[in-house]
Structure formats: C-alpha cells, structure tokens
C-alpha cells in the first residue's frame, strides 16, 4: 500500500501522466468504490436478520 501511494504522489508531483488521464481513471476508480458500496448495503439489507 505504501508503494502505491509513493508511486501516486510521484505521479502527481512530476507530471508523468496528463491530467485527463488521471480524471479518467479517479473517476472510474470512485465510480468501482460507489457501485461496490451499494451491492454490500443490499446484501447488508436482503442479510441483517440472518445469523
């Protein structure tokens, strides 16, 4: 985890990519963490009496 954050700060810092490509890819990526947030809410909801 901590490579991938130095890899992402470095990025940034010395301007290796466009930043459309970083839009891009920041809006995928948040759009993956959002859908995957919401099947574990319905599964949470469709599960919550079942132990």
Do not use: C, H, Q
């Not at 470095?10 to 930043?19: A, E, G, S």
């Not at 995928?28 to 859908?35: F, H, V």
Request: charged share 15%; proline share 2%; glycine share 6%.
């Amino acid at each position: 985890m901590i490579s991938m954050i130095t890899l992402g700060v470095v990025i940034r810092v010395y301007y290796l990519l466009p930043d459309s490509f970083i839009a891009v890819f920041y809006t995928g990526l948040s759009l993956a963490l959002i859908a995957t947030g919401l099947r574990f809410l319905k599964f949470w909801w469709e599960n919550k009496y079942l132990k």
